[in-house]
């Protein structure tokens, strides 16, 4: 892979304020990209990665928009288009958590979670799949007219006891995902997905902020460290680059080997 893989494409990065997003925005920026960061309510959090991303020489633009709302998503597009007049690459990262015992569950924190991690996927790759398919492969820039990636977890295989929602809207992107790889295949756009295993965030502080907690984490990660948004955004630019021309309806498992049953490596 040269340099600077992504030269001259524009990026969309959503939730890209914080944590994973954040790197993966950064990273896409380092290969060459410009980059839309995507925030629901730290403008702060996002006008950071914008201020970085410019620094090291490329384009970004900090856009505001809820990506359940389709409203917000349409306004963020049309922003997009007039800022930057083409999207290259969707990273759809934005996601929640809201964590409760099933039969304590609200329907609230249900919709919440749904809407958020699957109906925003939907929302945002709509938007981005029709300005691909309408502009189609550009020679020079890159083999394929567009390509999408879904930030799904190892909690599309693993299930995840008082989580139902989460695991739930995971599962969901999985099948998502392959399904729109299919069916765009023939239009040459790729559609694949990232599982990160357990990344230091915000979004899972409770799991790593105390010796107790990451000890007790880290024996369920063979590779015995936790992982840092900077491993999501180099596995981001591989599979938007041409290195990845021939990848598509996968999830890459990001993991540190959480997906490799752990606890069989000296039980069973
Ligand atoms: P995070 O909480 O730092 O990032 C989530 C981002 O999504 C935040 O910036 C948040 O403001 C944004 N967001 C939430 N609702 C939104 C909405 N309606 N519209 C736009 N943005 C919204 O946590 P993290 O870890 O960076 O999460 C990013 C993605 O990675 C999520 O989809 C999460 O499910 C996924 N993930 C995280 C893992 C981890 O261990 N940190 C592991 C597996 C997956
Ligand atoms: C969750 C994190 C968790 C990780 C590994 C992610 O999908 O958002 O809270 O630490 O999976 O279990």
């Known amino acids: 892979m040269s340099d600077q893989p992504l030269k001259g494409q524009k990026a969309l990065v959503t939730g890209a304020s914080s944590g994973i997003g954040a790197g993966v925005a950064l990273a896409l920026a380092a290969a060459g990209a410009d980059v839309v960061v995507n925030y629901v309510s730290s403008l702060a959090g996002a006008q950071q990665v914008v201020d970085e991303i410019k620094a090291q020489g490329q ?5 505001k928009a809820d990506v359940a709302s389709p409203d917000e998503v349409q306004a963020m597009f049309d922003e997009m288009m007039g800022a930057f007049g083409a999207i290259d690459i969707l990273v759809n990262n934005a996601g929640l958590q809201q964590d409760a015992p099933f039969t ?4 609230a924190q249900w919709n919440k979670v749904i809407s958020t991690n699957l109906t925003g996927m939907f929302l945002c790759t ?24 879904c930030m799904s977890s190892v909690h599309e295989v693993i299930p995840w006891a008082g989580h139902a929602n989460y695991a ?6 999985k099948l998502f995902m392959q399904t729109l790889a299919q069916e765009l295949a023939p239009h040459r756009i790729r559609v694949n997905s990232i599982g990160p295993g357990a990344i230091q965030t915000p979004i899972n ?3 790593w902020d105390t010796p107790e907690a990451l000890a007790s984490l880290l024996k369920l990660i063979p590779y015995g460290r936790i992982g840092v948004p900077a491993d999501i955004g180099s596995a981001a630019v591989w ?7 021939y990848v598509n309806g996968q999830t890459l498992f990001v993991d540190g080997g959480m997906t490799l049953y752990p606890e069989f490596a000296d039980g069973g």
Do not use: F, W, Y
């Not at 384009?59 to 856009?63: G, W």
């Open 168 to 173: 739930a809207s995971k599962g969901g992107v």
């Open 104 to 107: 304590e569950m609200t329907l």
């Open 239 to 245: 599979l938007a680059s041409d290195a990845a021309d």
């Open 205 to 207: 502080r409770a799991a």
């Open 59 to 63: 384009n970004a633009i900090a856009v």
């Open 126 to 149: 709509q938007h981005a799949v029709k300005a691909m398919l309408a502009r189609g492969i550009v020679p020079g820039l890159s083999r394929c007219a567009g390509k999408v990636i």
